[in-house]
């Protein structure tokens, strides 16, 4: 839910011309003389689609349905438990999450690390939740255990026959949270031209900003327990499905220097688009509206990957 301040704030910003104040309205909702959250008046939602493009709604809810695999994950590594049930439904069938358990943490700065990235992820899909209101998504089908296991194969961390538990050891589960994070930024980053209200834009923003925190933390820890080999091989993975362009980074570069924040010639974080998103959350490069992390697709208009064969 919005507190006050965001509520005043947002208002102000989508007030430069009476469309953004409209659109603004009807996400947040008014009751009265004051405003809450969507969710607390009926009636009131973002719209799914837009003749303009995808609308602010859809671009929400396709962040919301990335924000509910990372909170799953880490929440089951660090409380054995995933989202509660009121965060899970809303509009599309709500699906089952397969796999996860809670990690044995040996390292108390990575215990803590993953105890504030669950944190933050369970927040961003509460936040995501409270903006959409009755327009918001539900969970849908998750897959953690196979999907994993398939995107390490791929990434030649096992052999074909073996098995890739994210959750058996700390090693494990950072290689594991390095598959997310990177793209999370890039997805957040590319999905911000697509924002019309300035209000949600805004708050689009601190979301990459937090993602990209806890991209860089993975990303060094990575680096310092001497996991960049792997690194690389799952950033070569993620190329291998995302188009022809050579976009990721492993955290070290080709001379084997440190390289925790992938950015371009600029030092500008670099975009992805929804369906290269799609691309490797499906764990496919060939268009789809299934597979990998989500057996069933995603929740919402925006679900289809691009052809990148």
């Known amino acids: 839910m919005f507190n006050n301040s965001f509520i005043k704030n947002a208002i102000d910003r989508s007030a430069e011309n009476g469309l953004d104040r409209r659109r603004f309205f009807t996400a947040a909702g008014a009751a009265g003389l004051g405003v809450a959250g969507a969710s607390l008046v009926p009636g009131f939602a973002l719209a799914d689609t837009s003749s303009d493009g ?91 255990d196979a999907a994993f296991t398939a995107a390490a194969r791929a990434a030649g961390l096992v052999g074909s026959g073996e098995r890739f538990d994210p ?19 890039t997805a957040y980053k590319g999905a911000a031209p697509l924002v019309d209200n300035k209000a949600f834009l805004e708050a689009a923003a601190g979301l990459l900003a937090v993602e990209a925190y806890h991209a860089s933390n993975i990303r060094t820890t990575l680096l310092a327990r001497g996991l960049e080999a792997p690194s690389v091989r799952i950033s070569d993975a993620r190329d291998s499905l995302d188009g022809p362009e050579d976009l990721d980074q492993g955290v070290v570069d080709a001379y084997g220097k440190a390289n925790i924040v992938p950015a371009d010639d600029d030092a500008l974080a670099f975009s992805r688009s929804a369906g290269q998103v ?18 069933d697709g995603v929740n919402g208009p925006i679900n289809r990957s691009e052809d990148n064969t």
């Open 278 to 295: 799609l691309n490797i959350v499906y764990l496919t490069p060939e268009e789809a509206t299934s597979g990998g992390f989500f057996p």
């Open 54 to 144: 995808p609308s602010d709604a859809a671009v929400l809810n396709f962040a919301l349905n990335l924000e509910y695999l990372e909170a799953e994950f880490y929440l089951r590594a660090v409380t054995g438990e995933g989202l509660p049930r009121n965060l899970i439904g809303g509009k599309g069938e709500t699906g089952a999450v397969s796999g996860g358990r809670k990690v044995k943490f040996e390292t108390k700065l990575i215990r803590q690390y993953a105890e504030e990235i669950a944190a933050d992820e369970k927040a961003h899909v509460r936040f995501l939740r409270g903006a959409l209101g009755s327009a918001a998504v539900s969970r849908p089908a998750i897959d953690i």
């Open 167 to 185: 959750y058996a050891n700390e090693n494990n589960f950072l290689l594991a949270a390095y598959v997310f994070e990177d793209v999370g930024v």
